[in-house]
């Protein structure tokens, strides 16, 4: 059997729905939720702090049309943590695009969460267990 039969395209319409919900939702929040500010939050935080992933509906409300915060998108594998705490592994001030070798200086305070990690489950079932990049707009501080 091919490796798109029927349980997998059924699994790939399964996962596009999602999306397309999850894209919906974000589309509806930022209408008519509460807007927050992401360039008025600077928690200045450092490796071994603690915080808490905020709501989806929080994130949600600091993301544009493509749900992008200044450049960095926000990944459907990063809502799994939302609500959760972990503590900081790193700040991210400046990275390398993989694709290109630039040096890029990051625009709002981002940082690396421990174990946090994308399961690839969105990405084709990619095994490299990338971190996932944080705006501090949205975490909260424990």
Not at 85 to 113: A, H, Q, S
Request: charged share 30%.
């Amino acid at each position: 059997m091919s490796v798109l039969g029927p349980r997998g395209f059924a699994s790939s319409l399964r996962r596009l729905m999602s999306l397309t919900r999850l894209a919906r939702f974000a589309r509806t929040y930022r209408k008519s939720g509460p807007q927050l500010d992401a360039r008025r939050v600077d928690l200045n935080l450092q490796p071994g702090d603690v915080v808490e992933v905020r709501t989806l509906e929080e994130i949600f409300a600091t993301l544009d049309e493509k749900n992008k915060l200044r450049g960095l998108g926000f990944f459907r594998e990063m809502g799994k943590f939302s609500g959760r705490r972990f503590r900081v592994y790193k700040r991210l001030d400046r990275i390398v695009v993989e694709t290109t070798g630039e040096l890029r200086k990051m625009k709002l305070p981002t940082v690396l969460l421990e174990g946090v990690f994308c399961d690839g489950r969105y990405h084709g079932g990619c095994d490299r267990s990338c971190f996932c990049y944080w705006r501090e707009a949205w975490l909260k501080r424990v």
